[in-house]
């Protein structure tokens, strides 16, 4: 006897057994874009021009916390040669990872730090383009949150980008 | 009006065989034993589908002429037969020939060279190419940027460098492509032998300005690149007038230095590109401008607006010192 497709007490069974698919493949497609924000920035001629005007400058949101920006922070460091004194367990304050969770810093201080440096060789605020100084400050103050060991991998991936007035050459 | 539309689409199909960016214009001996391994596998294949082509065309034509009969379970037929031996045998002589002879291109392209003596080192960074050479009269090293110089007849050997991501070297009508991976020494040898102007560019998307991370390549006699690199192995040309004064103080004691080497100057940044003799180059910011002082004035006031998301940030200057900066940039020849 041919039971017709309605009758079938097992239709009724899978179909309860698949009812959650679509929502769990829209909640994993959902999780997979969670993250997309952590980098959203802006590109373009609309970066910031001037120094921030204090710890509530609205400007400072696009910088703490964005993943980019710290990270091109990170780059910069390196490139003007700040790793070279401010080492992993260098001594005193140089140690800026267990300086900014000794003392917390806003981060128009950081800046006005890192601007006002008169370290060797130059006066970084005259060196170091603007832009640029808002990433490095957004690296620092993120520093305390970010394992020693992934700081490590950063410097490691850096190994072929110049460092000041030296190049060792590409990654080999 | 349907013919016109199809001669349109026939000639956009040819404009990419002629140019300074494209693998069917061979100007180096790399290039055209690559160009010759594609024209072999042109006429494999041109081969083997046109005689596809035709087949179907003829089952087509004779199921029509014979129409509307019931499908019937042909008998064995050892014509048929006979014949599928023979269509397998033009598949393998087909593959065949085409693995041979990229056996043979890829073989060649590895070869030592007798000729190699040019020694010269690319590397490759988001998003502009770092080149130096290997000064004969020194046996040091020579550096420029987003400008290859490459004497004809003689090969050189490229070893290619990454200081940050995977790119790609790429300059179609001189030599092929070879990746360029972070912690991988590869190298390329070219042996250019048409003089001219050729454009190389990144291949492996490597970031946001990827497109627009280009080289010139300029095939020189011997002696015409004997003299440049002669040239570019100098320090940076003695100022020409007050306005070059400024724009050298402004360059070279301000934020440029902090990225640029300038040589025989106070700018003896890393960061950046070469700026010694970047007046003789061709274009600027990795082929993204012609080398002129407006477009250096206008890369300088804002380059995120030109290049979005480059390295290179935007420096506030006056104008009058970001016009000297530019002027003096571009008398630097």
């Known amino acids: ?172 | 009006m349907i013919r016109s539309r199809f001669a349109l689409a026939c000639l956009f199909a040819l404009a990419s065989c002629s140019g300074i960016q494209t693998p069917l214009a061979p100007a180096g001996e790399q290039a055209a034993s690559q160009y010759s391994l594609f024209v072999l596998m042109l006429w494999v294949c041109g081969f083997v589908y046109v005689l596809v082509l035709g087949f179907l065309a003829l089952a087509v034509s004779r199921v029509m002429r014979g129409a509307a009969a019931d499908p019937v379970l042909d008998a064995p037929d050892r014509g048929l037969h006979r014949s599928l031996w023979v269509w397998a045998g033009i598949i393998l002589i087909g593959l065949s020939v085409l693995a041979g002879g990229s056996f043979l291109v890829d073989r060649s392209l590895a070869a030592a060279q007798a000729r190699e003596a040019l020694e010269v080192r690319v590397t490759a960074h988001q998003w502009w190419w770092r080149i130096a050479y290997r000064d004969p009269a020194t046996g040091g090293w020579v550096e420029t940027a987003n400008e290859l110089h490459l004497p004809a007849g003689r090969t050189a050997r490229i070893a290619l460098g990454s200081a940050d991501v995977i790119h790609s070297f790429w300059v179609p009508n001189v030599a092929g492509k070879m990746d360029v991976i972070p912690g991988r020494a590869n190298a390329i040898d070219v042996t250019p032998h048409r003089l001219g102007w050729f454009r190389g560019q990144c291949a492996e998307f490597c970031g946001t300005q990827h497109a627009k991370m280009a080289f010139d390549v300029k095939v020189d006699t011997p002696a015409e690149f004997a003299a440049w690199l002669a040239a570019q192995a100098r320090p940076a040309a003695a100022l020409a007038d007050t306005v070059a004064a400024r724009g050298m103080q402004v360059v070279t004691q301000g934020q440029c230095a902090a990225c640029h080497v300038v040589r025989g100057t106070a700018a003896a940044g890393r960061a950046g590109p070469d700026l010694t003799h970047v007046g003789t180059r061709r274009s600027i910011a990795a082929g993204l401008l012609p080398m002129n002082r407006g477009n250096l004035q206008g890369w300088i006031a804002q380059p995120q607006a030109l290049k979005p998301g480059t390295m290179m940030p935007t420096v506030t200057l006056e104008p009058a010192d970001a016009d000297a900066a530019a002027h003096y940039l571009e008398t630097l020849k």
């Open chain 1, 1 to 172: 006897m041919i039971v017709p497709d309605e009758a079938d007490p097992r239709r009724g069974n899978g179909a309860w057994r698949w009812a959650w698919a679509p929502a769990v493949a829209s909640l994993m497609c959902g999780a997979l874009l969670v993250a997309c924000t952590r980098e959203s920035r802006t590109i373009g001629p609309e970066q910031p021009q001037t120094p921030p005007n204090g710890a509530n400058d609205p400007r400072i949101a696009n910088f703490e916390g964005n993943a980019y920006q710290i990270a091109q922070g990170g780059r910069y460091f390196t490139w003007y040669g700040c790793g070279t004194c401010h080492t992993e367990g260098a001594p005193g304050r140089r140690d800026l990872a267990l300086e900014m969770t000794r003392r917390s810093r806003s981060f128009d201080t950081v800046y006005a730090l890192i601007a006002g440096h008169r370290g060797v060789p130059v006066d970084y605020a005259a060196r170091i383009p603007i832009e640029q100084l808002w990433q490095i400050s957004a690296y620092v103050r993120s520093l305390p949150g970010i394992k020693p060991e992934l700081r490590r991998r950063q410097t490691l991936d850096q190994t072929g980008e110049p460092q000041a007035s030296n190049w060792s050459g590409p990654v080999r």
